[in-house]
């Protein structure tokens, strides 16, 4: 099967679990509504897909990973719909849309964003994974979304809009801010697999790292090259607010050699697995040659 239809497969999965865990009765079904909408508008489930294809590649019973892939969306779009707030990067268009705050207001948006995160760990804890494989995803998602990981990413991206950054301070910002949450879908796949050996995990997350400091590498490359049609997000974003980004550090042509150093480093960091990780291979490839 090729990577993008595999890509549909566990897109067509996790929305129809994400949208069974949206649809109950409430008493003000408008927060509902925006958390949809905040969910359920093109984004690309890189990040769930990756939870699939680690599970899958690790032997497991896919239905063993679906709370994990959703969890994973939920606090994914939570941090999208907070990043576009005013009081962050103050952008009016996502995934080809207005906005969750433009399309509602801002307090229904900042409301969406709590919940989504609140859901990611409330399906985690309900789901039939055994206890102690439980505890942990929960460990893995709450260190990787919080002041050790993406928050505090966001947090220094934000301090830092207008003022020179080194290379170590760049990289450990997008680390934290992005690669964050990529890392941790990689080891929800780990985990929900059963999988114990722990030398094949350090592996995995070897690879994240690489993959998910490539996948911002390549979003300030996007924000330069692509067209907003194309990438459904306002194009030049980082540019007009003097975003801290690789090229703006190092150029252009700066970031696209980063970017293939960073792949490289990702394949060799999983050839000596005893598993078929080709499908993780085209991942990296995906990520890297993505056009949105
Ligand atoms: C955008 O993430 C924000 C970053 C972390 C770079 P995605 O490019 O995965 O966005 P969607 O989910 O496909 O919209
Ligand atoms: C956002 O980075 C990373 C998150 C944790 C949401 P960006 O601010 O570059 O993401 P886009 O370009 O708005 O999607
Ligand atoms: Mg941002
Ligand atoms: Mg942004
Ligand atoms: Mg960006």
């Not at 099967?1 to 949208?19: A, C, I, P």
């Not at 984004?43 to 497991?60: D, E, S």
């Amino acid at each position: 099967m090729s990577l993008t239809q595999q890509l549909g497969e566990y897109r067509l999965r996790v929305d129809t679990h994400l949208d069974q865990l949206l649809t109950v009765s409430s008493i003000d079904p408008v927060l509902q509504e925006a958390m949809k909408y905040g969910l359920f508008n093109g984004g690309k489930r890189v990040r769930p897909a990756l939870v699939y294809m680690v599970a899958n590649t690790l032997g497991a019973d896919l239905n063993r990973v679906d709370d994990l892939a959703a969890a994973i969306e939920c606090i994914h779009s939570y941090s999208l719909i907070h990043d576009d707030l005013p009081a962050m990067d103050d952008d009016a268009l996502r995934r080809g849309k207005p906005t969750c705050h433009i399309a509602y207001d801002e307090a229904t948006a900042i409301l969406a964003g709590d919940a989504l995160q609140c859901l990611a760990f409330e399906v985690i804890s309900a789901s039939n994974l055994p206890s102690d494989d439980l505890i942990e995803a929960i460990r893995v998602l709450s260190f990787a979304s919080g002041h050790r990981g993406m928050c505090v990413g966001q947090s220094f991206d934000l301090r830092h809009e207008g003022l020179p950054l080194n290379l170590a301070q760049l990289e450990a910002m997008h680390h934290h801010k992005t690669g964050a949450l990529i890392t941790a879908s990689v080891e929800l796949g780990w985990v929900a697999s059963g999988c114990k050996d722990v030398q094949v995990r350090a592996q995995l997350v070897e690879y994240s790292k690489a993959i998910g400091l490539a996948f911002q590498v390549k979003d300030d490359i996007l924000d330069i090259e692509a067209d907003t049609e194309t990438l459904g997000k306002p194009q030049g974003s980082d540019l007009e607010k003097n975003k801290p980004t690789y090229p703006a550090l190092l150029g252009l042509e700066g970031a696209k050699a980063k970017l293939s150093e960073l792949h490289q480093s990702a394949i060799a960091a999983i050839e000596s697995l005893p598993y078929n990780v080709d499908a993780l291979k085209a991942m990296a490839d995906y990520i890297v040659d993505r056009t949105h």
